[in-house]
């Protein structure tokens, strides 16, 4: 078992790379997750860029191994420096038929077909409990690993089971001590059985990195929201249910230290680390004095990539090296971050003949593993050819005659110096008063300028981000789309308000003063997260926006959004 996980780990780190092209495509597709137990389902998202089209996948190539349980189509449009970017996505639940690694083949869209993925589904537990006695909603924590390294990545997962419909539901953020948090990707949504009993689940993950050994506690984390809410009849109001309250165990784990057998100049606590050279062109010709690229990438899984330190190595005898600054990346693969710093040395022959690069070492401790690994790129050797004007050795600053050419000896007149007194140094004194204060006259009037530039374009921006997202409501509502709906509700909101002011629907609502409009918006809410089967029509949340989003400002709306806890849902950007 320890074997699979360790070649999982470094496939995943292998395959960073190829997801950053492939982001690049027009066409991909993917999993919100990896693995999963028998029972539990799966979405399989096919994102096509720059159309509003919807998407047609042939998913007859999925018969054999998966169930499809549904689909559902949404197209966005997003804003990135003032321009509109549109997205179509498929996104389909899936069902596994068997155990087992499983392969999903490439699906053909139109002309297009995406890659191949894997998915591991792993056999069922054996049911513990009465099944009457499983709760309507839990929550559950895992946390792997439970004996970390100091600095290096903990896992953590807060799922939400989900028995009963539930309403404005918030989650409170984990909070560990001395220790780092961030979270990874968007919140996981999919079905399982836990005890017999068949629940909706919500999954959120995170990355802790502890930044002392020892002992390390996590505070439980608590879930709010309504449940039996009502919309109504015809004569009757609206019932919100009534409130619960629901937290997850607290969880405590023991921060290895740094181990005292680790040699390490740099203390890189990863999973799996690579250290490779993109390969010199074998056809170059390499001359004295012109220069060659070096360039060396570090990947990491488990580390950001300002986590991972500079590669150090020797100058070459025969060149001078000149270093770029490096350049980071880090994203996400699965339940890792992967951290990414790429680094390049301009190289100048100074002598003709063989010319070698040293190989450059990384010592990193494996967490996976508990021992000190190390990385190598080894050494290259080149062949260097005399410069094309023939002269092989580095051009020195030619020297300048300063002596005399003979019989031209210079005449050396004296002139004898008058002091002036205080005069000059006063005059000096008030000319550089003078000018400074012109200076500082120049340079408040350039910065007045330049701030009034800057609030002209943000006031820009802000107009067309208000418009974009008026649109894609509009669009959302009349295609009867609650999930683009919701996402372009909150872009509104947060055009009017701010980009950190509003995260949820729950937010925008308590920020409107509109009742309907607020029932609206809770609908909305319900549609997108709660278990209701009538499909959702857009018609009635556009007649009320169609005028516009009013937004409260008031100190007392102000102080009820930010009592509102961190949201459980937050939207696509």
């Given at each position: 078992?320890?074997?699979?996980?360790?070649?999982?780990?470094?496939?995943?780190?292998?395959?960073?790379?190829?997801?950053?092209?492939?982001?690049?495509?027009?066409?991909?597709?993917?999993?919100?997750?990896?693995?999963?137990?028998?029972?539990?389902?799966?979405?399989?998202?096919?994102?096509?860029?720059?159309?509003?089209?919807?998407?047609?996948?042939?998913?007859?190539?999925?018969?054999?191994?998966?169930?499809?349980?549904?689909?559902?189509?949404?197209?966005?449009?997003?804003?990135?420096?003032g321009q509109q970017q549109s997205v179509s996505q498929v996104r389909i639940v899936l069902e596994a038929r068997q155990t087992g690694d499983l392969i999903i083949p490439p699906i053909t869209v139109g002309n297009q077909q995406t890659q191949q993925l894997r998915l591991s589904v792993l056999p069922a537990p054996e049911p513990s409990g009465d099944v009457d006695a499983a709760p309507d909603i839990f929550v559950e924590v895992e946390v792997n690993p439970e004996t970390p390294?100091?600095?290096?990545?903990?896992?953590?997962?807060?799922?939400?089971?989900?028995?009963?419909?539930?309403?404005?539901?918030?989650?409170?953020?984990?909070?560990?001590?001395?220790?780092?948090?961030?979270?990874?990707?968007?919140?996981?949504?999919?079905?399982?059985?836990?005890?017999?009993?068949?629940?909706?689940?919500?999954?959120?993950?995170?990355?802790?990195?502890?930044?002392?050994?020892?002992?390390?506690?996590?505070?439980?984390?608590?879930?709010?929201?309504?449940?039996?809410?009502?919309?109504?009849?015809?004569?009757?109001?609206?019932?919100?249910?009534?409130?619960?309250?629901?937290?997850?165990?607290?969880?405590?784990?023991?921060?290895?230290?740094?181990?005292?057998?680790?040699?390490?100049?740099?203390?890189?606590?990863?999973?799996?680390?690579?250290?490779?050279?993109?390969?010199?062109?074998?056809?170059?010709?390499?001359?004295?004095?012109?220069?060659?690229?070096?360039?060396?990438?570090?990947?990491?899984?488990?580390?950001?990539?300002?986590?991972?330190p500079d590669l150090e190595s020797e100058t070459p005898l025969g060149a001078r090296v000149y270093a770029d600054k490096p350049v980071g990346v880090s994203g996400q693969q699965d339940t890792w971050i992967v951290g990414q710093r790429t680094i390049k040395?301009?190289?100048?022959?100074?002598?003709?003949?063989?010319?070698?690069?040293?190989?450059?070492?990384?010592?990193?401790?494996?967490?996976?593993?508990?021992?000190?690994?190390?990385?190598?790129?080894?050494?290259?050797?080149i062949s260097v050819l005399p410069a094309v004007d023939g002269n092989n050795q580095p051009i020195e600053p030619a020297a300048t005659d300063l002596s005399p050419a003979p019989g031209n000896v210079p005449v050396i007149q004296t002139t004898r110096a008058v002091d002036s007194g205080m005069w000059p140094y006063l005059s000096a004194a008030f000319a550089a008063l003078w000018l400074l204060t012109l200076a500082a006259w120049w340079r408040g009037r350039q910065g007045r300028r330049q701030q009034h530039r800057r609030q002209q374009a943000l006031q820009e921006q802000r107009s067309e981000?208000?418009?974009?997202?008026?649109?894609?409501?509009?669009?959302?509502?009349?295609?009867n789309d609650a999930a683009a709906a919701s996402a372009a509700v909150i872009d509104w909101a947060r055009a009017i308000l701010g980009q950190q002011a509003v995260n949820n629907l729950a937010q925008v609502a308590a920020s409107v003063e509109d009742s309907s409009l607020q029932s609206a918006i809770y609908d909305l809410q319900s549609a997108c997260y709660g278990q209701q089967q009538d499909p959702w029509s857009g018609e009635s949340l556009w007649a009320l926006l169609q005028h516009g989003l009013a937004i409260a400002t008031q100190s007392d709306k102000t102080e009820r959004n930010q009592s509102i806890l961190p949201p459980l849902y937050p939207e696509p950007q």
């Open positions: 078992m320890a074997k699979l996980v360790n070649l999982s780990l470094w496939l995943a780190l292998l395959s960073f790379p190829l997801l950053l092209s492939a982001q690049q495509g027009s066409l991909t597709a993917s999993l919100d997750r990896t693995q999963i137990v028998v029972g539990e389902t799966v979405n399989l998202i096919i994102e096509m860029q720059g159309t509003t089209n919807s998407l047609s996948p042939d998913l007859s190539v999925l018969q054999n191994q998966f169930e499809v349980l549904n689909s559902s189509t949404q197209t966005q449009l997003n804003i990135s420096n390294y100091v600095q290096a990545q903990i896992t953590m997962i807060v799922r939400l089971m989900i028995g009963v419909p539930l309403n404005e539901a918030s989650l409170s953020e984990p909070a560990p001590e001395n220790a780092e948090i961030q979270r990874l990707g968007e919140d996981l949504r999919y079905e399982a059985d836990r005890n017999g009993r068949r629940y909706q689940v919500i999954e959120r993950r995170y990355a802790i990195f502890p930044q002392q050994s020892g002992q390390l506690n996590i505070a439980p984390v608590q879930l709010s929201g309504r449940v039996g809410a009502s919309r109504g009849s015809l004569f009757g109001s609206r019932s919100r249910g009534r409130r619960i309250t629901r937290t997850s165990e607290a969880v405590q784990l023991t921060v290895l230290p740094v181990p005292t057998a680790y040699t390490g100049d740099h203390w890189i606590p990863a999973s799996a680390l690579q250290l490779t050279e993109q390969p010199l062109q074998q056809s170059a010709e390499y001359r004295v004095g012109e220069p060659l690229t070096r360039t060396l990438e570090l990947t990491a899984l488990g580390l950001s990539d300002i986590m991972l040395q301009a190289i100048v022959p100074t002598v003709s003949g063989p010319l070698e690069l040293p190989e450059v070492r990384l010592d990193w401790w494996d967490t996976a593993n508990s021992q000190q690994r190390t990385a190598v790129v080894p050494a290259v050797t981000s208000i418009s974009a997202a008026r649109k894609a409501c509009r669009l959302a509502c009349r295609n």
